[in-house]
């Protein structure tokens, strides 16, 4: 079945500084790929989507990339702020939506 | 707009008692339906997911069951809580298999 690594499991920036997430999958028939961020004590909730026929895809300070050959895609979050401090998760859905264990993000002001 | 609902949003349980938590969604018709449980300071674990009215999966055999008796309606049930059951528990509805999810507000479950 699907497999979903996700990296780093913690990861501590400056405000301002750029923060990049990466996951890797196992499932070549992964076509969608979600991210969720979830505030603490709070539900998951979707900031960001790719399909696999897209290689980038832009929302404001958030972007998020795909690379199909190598199997890997990424959050990237410029000029953050203390309000980006939570848990960030990646998904990959083939037959299934699995997600990564989580990256903990904490902006320090 | 699509709006999911959950309740109750905390539980305190001694362990051995029953459990029901109930998930609905309002908004939309024939939803896929899920429920994941999130340990503290953990990942998603999927349980059960639906697909229509009393058709579940079990992703996880345990002591916990689900049953979807209106179309968007999600039980969550355990006839015996266990201590290792404490968790944050999520439903989240979708319009297709396997797409974009979309999270309630949960219930914090906590077994003594």
């Known amino acids: 079945g699907e497999n979903v690594e996700q990296h780093p499991s913690t990861l501590s920036v400056q405000e301002g500084d750029s923060a990049v997430i990466k996951c890797t999958y196992s499932?070549?028939?992964?076509?969608?790929f979600p991210w969720y961020k979830q505030e603490l004590g709070k539900r998951p909730q979707l900031i960001i989507d790719i399909r696999s026929n897209v290689g980038e895809k832009k929302d404001q300070r958030i972007a998020v990339t795909l690379n199909k050959t190598a199997k890997h895609f990424s959050l990237h979050i410029t000029e953050t702020q203390p309000e980006d401090s939570a848990v960030y998760f990646c998904?990959?859905?083939?037959?299934?939506?699995?997600f990564g264990k989580g990256t903990t993000l904490s902006v320090s002001s | 707009s699509q709006t999911i609902h959950q309740w109750p949003a905390t539980l305190v349980q001694p362990v051995g008692s029953p459990l029901s938590l109930e998930c609905t969604v309002e908004g939309t018709s024939n939803p896929n339906l899920y429920w994941y449980r999130q340990a503290a300071g953990r990942g998603l674990q999927l349980l059960f997911y639906s697909v229509g009215i009393g058709q579940i999966s079990s992703e996880v055999p345990q002591n916990l069951s689900a049953s979807r008796p209106q179309d968007r309606q999600f039980i969550l049930s355990s006839k015996k809580l266990l201590l290792s059951d404490s968790g944050f528990y999520l439903c989240a509805w979708g319009s297709g298999t396997w797409e974009t999810q979309y999270f309630g507000p949960g219930t914090r479950l906590l077994v003594l």
């Open positions: 499932d070549s028939a992964s076509n969608y």
């Open positions: 998904a990959a859905a083939g037959t299934a939506l699995i």
